[in-house]
């Protein structure tokens, strides 16, 4: 397959693929939007670049990944309830690691950057990047929701 053709078919997977799935197409609506200065304003660079362009913290640099105490874990961007301490464990990963989300609280996406697919994790409520889904986690999922810190606060019961 010569370059032009393998880069055209690879825009038509691209396209199709936001066809499919809603919550990756531009103009996706969200209880909660900002503006981008808006958004510079309230976040950190640090938090800006983990939850509006999805980027990744440094492993081990965020202390909710050593936090033990029941409680919810909410959205840093609208305050969304995301996940229960009770769904919380420690992966050994270096960031803080849920079996699974609250009901209603995430949307997910595939991720193909790294040369492999992976799966995204939103907050439903703002579009904030929380991190990533993996099938590596325990029972009783399966799952590993590997989030950045930095997208979330904590709120102790």
Request: charged share 30%.
């Amino acid at each position: 397959m010569d370059r032009r053709l393998f880069l055209t078919t690879a825009a038509a997977f691209g396209a199709l693929r936001f066809a499919m799935d809603p919550a990756q197409a531009e103009g996706t609506k969200f209880e909660v939007t900002r503006s981008e200065e808006d958004w510079r304003a309230m976040l950190s660079d640090i938090e800006y670049a983990v939850m509006r362009e999805e980027k990744t913290e440094r492993a081990g640099s965020s202390p909710l990944d050593k936090e033990t105490r029941p409680g919810l874990y909410a959205c840093k961007g609208c305050d969304l309830p995301l996940y229960s301490a009770e769904a919380k464990y420690d992966s050994g990963t270096g960031w803080p690691s849920f079996t699974q989300s609250l009901k209603g609280a995430v949307r997910t996406k595939d991720d193909d950057t790294l040369f492999a697919r992976r799966t995204e994790v939103h907050c439903r409520r703002c579009g904030s990047h929380l991190g990533h889904i993996f099938d590596d986690g325990p029972a009783p999922t399966g799952k590993r929701h590997c989030l950045n810190g930095v997208s979330l606060s904590f709120k102790p019961a």
